[in-house]
T-cell receptor, first 116, second 115 residues
Framework: DAGVIQSPRHEVTEMGQEVTLRCKPI?????LFWYRQTMMRGLELLIY????????DSGMPEDRFSAKMPNASFSTLKIQPSEPRDSAVYFC??????????????FGPGTRLTVL | DQQVKQNSPSLSVQEGRISILNCDYT??????FLWYKKYPAEGPTFLIS?????DKNEDGRFTVFLNKSAKHLSLHIVPSQPGDSAVYFC??????????????FGSGTQLTVLP
């Protein structure tokens, strides 16, 4: 298995532009999580899906952020319009969601976003 | 309010010696704890976990200890190797509605193992 796949790996954009981050979870995993890592706040959960349905988006910073999961193998995190303070590494993770594996999440390599 | 705290941002240890990374939590509803390791430019990778019904879990050179009364857990690495140099995140999980479980992460500890 290729693991969790994220694209792009690096994104540099200008303030005000729309940014779309993409994630392909591990096949068979039914839970998907979006995290943001910054020096100030560490690794914080933005939103997670279970069986493609958003369960908790309380971590989404503001309305400029939105996430979708149209099917079990794809999710997007969109920022519109982007701001310099959105600069961070964004991670996607997935988990099997049953039994003991319920707790273990597998992370993608992350997308490093820089908003100028 | 940080529910999972790693108070040491960095730790340096000599190769072959023991590394002890600490983590404290405040939420008594947490019942499962995990350690993740992260190398630069990579995502965190799962290392070891422990359920709240246990006080110790061992996997090779890695052992996690849980002290529920103190709301404290620690990760022991023996012997430490230069390849263990990474950021270590403590994470905790508790019962939530639905089948998905959220992880709450600590801020991480940078471990450097000196050759």
């Amino acid at each position: 298995d290729a693991g969790v796949i994220q694209s792009p790996r690096h994104e540099v954009t200008e303030m005000g532009q729309e940014v779309t981050l993409r994630c392909k979870p591990i096949s068979g995993h039914n839970s998907l999580f979006w995290y943001r890592q910054t020096m100030m706040r560490g690794l914080e959960l933005l939103i997670y899906f279970n069986n493609n349905v958003p369960i908790d988006d309380s971590g989404m910073p503001e309305d400029r952020f939105s996430a979708k999961m149209p099917n079990a193998s794809f999710s997007t995190l969109k920022i519109q319009p982007s701001e310099p303070r959105d600069s961070a590494v964004y991670f996607c993770a997935s988990s099997l969601g049953v039994g003991r594996a319920l707790n273990e999440q597998f992370f993608g390599p992350g997308t490093r976003l820089t908003v100028l | 309010d940080q529910q999972v705290k790693q108070n040491s941002p960095s730790l340096s240890v000599q190769e072959g010696r023991i590394s002890i990374l600490n983590c404290d939590y405040t939420n008594s509803m947490f019942d499962y704890f995990l350690w993740y390791k992260k190398y630069p430019a990579e995502g965190p990778t799962f290392l070891i976990s422990i359920s709240s019904i246990k006080d110790k879990n061992e996997d090779g050179r890695f052992t996690v200890f849980l002290n529920k009364s103190a709301k404290h857990l620690s990760l022991h690495i023996v012997p430490s190797q230069p390849g263990d140099s990474a950021v270590y995140f403590c994470a905790a999980s508790g019962a939530t509605s639905g089948s998905a479980r959220q992880l709450t992460f600590g801020s991480g500890t940078q471990l450097t193992v000196l050759p």
